[in-house]
């Protein structure tokens, strides 16, 4: 079929102003923000509920098209954005906005796929309710997105990842087929688990467009603290102590070089008079006030240096030394990023291994989520010549230390053909039989996670 005639069958199940046809119009949808992964789409359409997305998705699928879900295109996986070919329609979910109210006796709220995670928490927050999961990409971080790829964020310790916090959803099969799953009922031992299948699946199997969200009541006390210490071997062992406080909500790592490349980039003074190794970003939340037991803790840790924040604007100002990492290694360069897990006991040798395994191809900076083992590594000034000797460098350590390719970020088409490297032949048989039961012509986000049959 050809595109304009594709785009005017769109057109009447969207309207002509949600089908984006022209270049300049497209270019938004077509890079993700690192500007690592770039593409070309054959038309943006944007629906506005769930109707419209079945009637897309029989559309492309009666026309052989290929179809790219899209959230808030903050992914670092190249999974939302378009392959060069330019044959994907993108799906662009941002419309799909709404938020019905509370359940204050569910605790739970229903929210549409196009909804920002910050959106949601200023929802939430006058009514005294909060959303377990938080992401530095808030501003822009769709919930569908967050769903499709289990996103983890700063509070995993505490809440655990989005599909700990996802009671249902509703989803449109790539024949038009709507599933909903939206009762949220907390025992429900009918069959087969669809949420728990689609949520982290990236959009190769359904496209996700409503989520009934589990809610905690919000905590009225909170204090933050920012720990200098020698090594990340330090940091891990102090984290372990941490968490014997039932308080303790986040515990986020960084290193000098990434806190130099933030304060230069951001203008923010420096959080200590010296220069340290590593620092720990810590926030304990309860319903008493926590401080004074996150004080008797650190009272006799190896401590280089120490800043305790109790009210809002102070705990915002510490976080900002982790939060902004991301844009001032984006600022300095285009990083190839390698979000990865590792056991607790194997992250200071890694950290200590990693510019032997990178022999100088590479300047690294390492910060994420120290409770749950989870690195990120960014690295800036990789020749292209030696990308693929880089990465695999990287992720075979990892696999070789028991952790995951992929922590958080999802597997997209970046590590599509390393997936091996942590799973067996048995379980990627598995997926494969999965996507094509639900997605036969395998046209949903085709090349992430898993490549196309021949």
Not at 106 to 123: D, E, K, N, P
């Amino acid at each position: 079929m050809g595109t304009e005639r594709l785009a005017s069958r769109l057109a009447a199940v969207v309207g002509p102003a949600h089908v984006l046809a022209d270049p300049g119009l497209r270019a938004s949808y077509e890079t993700d923000f690192t500007g690592r992964w770039t593409g070309r789409a054959r038309l943006v359409v944007r629906p506005a509920d769930t109707a419209q997305v079945a009637g897309v998705l029989r559309t492309c699928r009666e026309a052989g098209i290929p179809v790219l879900p899209q959230g808030g295109n903050t992914g670092l996986v190249g999974g939302s954005v378009p392959t060069p070919a330019g044959d994907q329609v993108v799906l662009s979910l941002r419309r799909l906005d709404t938020a019905g109210p509370v359940d204050p006796d569910a605790r739970q709220i229903t929210v549409g796929a196009g909804l920002t995670l910050s959106a949601l928490h200023g929802r939430l927050r006058p009514q005294g309710w909060e959303f377990g999961v938080d992401l530095a990409s808030r501003d822009s971080a769709t919930l569908g997105g967050m769903i499709a790829t289990n996103a983890g964020g700063e509070r995993v310790l505490k809440y655990g990842t989005t599909r700990a916090n996802v009671a249902g959803l509703q989803a449109v099969l790539a024949d038009g087929t709507v599933l909903d799953r939206l009762a949220g009922l907390p025992k429900d031992n009918t069959g087969y688990d669809l949420t728990g299948l689609l949520v982290g699946s990236e959009g190769t199997l359904a496209v996700l467009t409503a989520a009934r969200l589990r809610l905690v009541p919000r905590p009225r006390h909170r204090v933050g603290a920012l720990l200098a210490v020698d090594s990340i071997a330090a940091a891990t062992a102090l984290v372990t102590r941490l968490r014997g406080l039932e308080s303790l909500e986040l515990a986020e790592f960084f290193t000098a070089e990434g806190l130099d490349l933030v304060l230069e980039h951001t203008g923010l003074p420096a959080p200590f008079r010296a220069r340290h190794p590593v620092h720990l970003l810590v926030e304990c939340a309860a319903r008493h006030d926590p401080t004074d037991e996150l004080a008797e803790l650190l009272a006799d840790a190896d401590l280089l240096d120490a800043a305790v924040a109790v009210d809002a604007a102070d705990r915002h100002r510490l976080a900002a030394y982790r939060e902004r990492h991301t844009e001032a290694i984006n600022a300095a360069g285009t990083p190839l990023k390698l979000d990865v897990t590792l056991p607790p006991a194997e992250l200071p040798g890694f950290a200590a291994e990693l510019p032997a395994l990178l022999d100088g191809r590479a300047r690294p900076y390492l910060f994420g989520h120290l409770a749950e083992g989870n690195l990120h590594v960014n690295l800036l000034d990789v020749a292209p010549a030696d990308e693929e000797a880089v990465v695999l460098a990287v992720l075979g350590r990892v696999a070789a230390a028991g952790g995951s390719i992929s922590a958080e970020h999802g597997i997209g088409r970046a590590k599509a053909r390393y997936l091996h490297l942590t799973r067996s032949a048995a379980e990627i048989s598995a997926m494969r039989a999965v996507k094509s039961a639900l997605d036969p012509a395998w046209l949903l986000s085709p090349g992430t996670l898993l490549a196309a049959p021949d």
